[in-house]
């Protein structure tokens, strides 16, 4: 157990020149100009994005834009089994489920419609985290419009992965 | 319904101190805690005992709270937490209170800091408070019907609103006999670019001073406590992210921390490392916010920038690792959500050389320019006693030279092993408040220098699948990982019936959560100690006698968070 140490940050003024107002505004300047001449001239390393024609490169763990993960013949993998449902803690995933007709075992439960609110939607990943079969990911994309609340809920289709997905585009996933 | 798992084998060595302890039930608790329970009539007697007897000496009052137990004797349960500083125990006064006269005397005439907790209580549970001297609404609307925290309050009621603001204080309208000149009313906020969020300030104008002040909050309240009752315990984390949103990280650590006390595990070393390392680079994340924003309401524009540069650093790494940049959700209940990336410590390794310049950058822009020391200096200032009296912790109260820092007093995820010195300053006004910041900042760095040096190897989450999820690896192929994966996401974690409060060194002081667990798997109650709330509650008392651009600067500096004020 290190001791308690503490150390007194008070700093009274001194000398003349923090008087007269003289040295903190020369080194205040100097600040400002190294910083001026640094970018103006030198390594550019300006924090700046010109957004949008210039976006940030996200991480791969990214928690965009959900995608429904379909199995090698395009149909879903889900299996409607309400584990996301149940552990959304916005509440804003509803699906309704119901028998698949083409399924080769008997009872083979199938989402006839799995609705996200997007604008209820925390992207928290905790659907993911809960998802039993790796059918329901996440993309980076982050940055979507809606011009009405209704349009914010998206369905199957919305959802639905078209054909691969580039590694880029991928995001929030399980990882281990 | 029990809620209390005490250890009553071993008498409890402060009881004999407190006079008539006979009577009253005086026990230890599992989580440290000395538990009074006391009868409404003594109550004032055994807290006066609490604060003024040398040996007792509980000069901090944490909390004031209200549980309700509809099935109980005696239906509702105030719980004061206090503790003191120099002998550094904690003490927590349970009062049992009858459904059909919910009243208990105020504690605001011991220590100033019940007041706005005392108002909180009553607002959301109903409980009035004798001889307290505004017991108004404080988070809701005056317009609000019920107290919604009560557990027979529909969580799904909507209200809605159709009158504006109303309240306007009673000194307002009263004649001031003893003025010359003919004083003015002024209103700052709700919404106004200088108060940082939705916080509104009614100010008595005498020429240019301020000499009565009040303030109004909850214009961001979301009862984040009626809303973790209705979600399974973990899925409450993604809602402390929303408290102090500037350091998110810190607030989800210090959930689990609590939960995982009651549930009695521990993260795994890795996990408490990174925890660590995350945490500290939050703390530098929220100083930054604060003194760029408090720079900047001081005329000095510059500094917010070199500080919003390495934030944006930093929220780079807290994204690579749990894929959201301000609500991160990081830490579960057991450890972490997932391993960090394979260049964590790369990254850690080029902030800590990043950061400083900036750190420096300011200090030499700001820390001796005249100017900003003529407005920042004895301002707002707060003698150390009367910080204590009002419930100040954090970096607020270190600038009135008190050295409290949980990580030394009360230490957690493995504190007490890294080097650092807690910064105090003596003035206690807005100049001290920023230089204690800076410095914190400083130290911060020396935490994770010491933490990513010593970062070890193993699994960052639990085993224990009573906790955590399995790894999803086991979930595809094994069908034990399974059924836990199933139980632990339909039926939630269960944690065993009782009551603790655990408390973190959030960035703005003592963020403490009070659990309340009837062994279900939904919490039965959380009660979230915000820093912010007792700080911000002698606000109008800072104010008097300073003038409005002062108002200003003294908010700036208090650094106030709606989201962690109203919850």
Known sequence: MKPLTTVNVDRPQRGFGEWSYLGPIVKGLAVTLRHFLRNFFGQRDVATIQYPEEVRQYSERMRGRHILTTKDDGSLRCVACYMCETACPADCITIVADEDPEATVEWEKLPVSFEIDLLRCVFCGFCVDACPKQALVMSREHD????????????????????????????????? | MTVSNPDTATPNPLARFIPGSEDLKVITAADGFTEITADRSRLIGVLRVLRDRPELDCNLLLDVCGVDYPMNEHRFEVVYHLTSLAKGHRIRVRVPVDEDDPRVPTASGIWKAADWFERETWDLMGIRFDGHPNLRRILTHEAFQGHALRKDYDPEKRWVLTEAETFVPDWV???????????????????????????RIVARLDGEIITRAECEIGYLHRCFEKMSETHSWSEVIPYTDRLNYCSSMINGVGYALAVEHMLGIEAPPRAQVVRVILSEFSRIMDHAVCLGAALVDVGALTNFWYFFQPREEIYTLLESCAGGRLTVSYARIGGLAHEVPADFEDQVRYLLGYIPKFVDDVDKLVSTNRIFRGRTEGIGALSAEEALAWGWTGPCLRACGVPYDLRRARPYLGYENYDFDIPVASTGDSYARYLVRLEEMRQSLRIIEQAIDNLPDGPVITDNHHAALPPKSKVYTEMEALIWHFKLIYEGIKVPAGSAYLATEGANGELGYYVVSDGGGKPYRIKVRPPCFAIFQAYPHLLEGHLVPDAIAILSSLNIIAGELDR
């Open chain 2, 173 to 199: 309208t009263e004649p001031d006999e003893e003025e010359d000149f003919e004083t003015q009313i002024i209103n700052i906020g709700p919404s106004h670019p200088a108060t940082h969020g939705t916080l």
């Open chain 1, 144 to 176: 979507f419009v809606f011009t009405t609340r209704e349009e914010a809920i998206v369905g199957i289709d919305e959802l639905k992965q078209k054909g691969p997905i580039e590694e880029e585009d991928l995001g929030y996933r399980p990882y281990y």
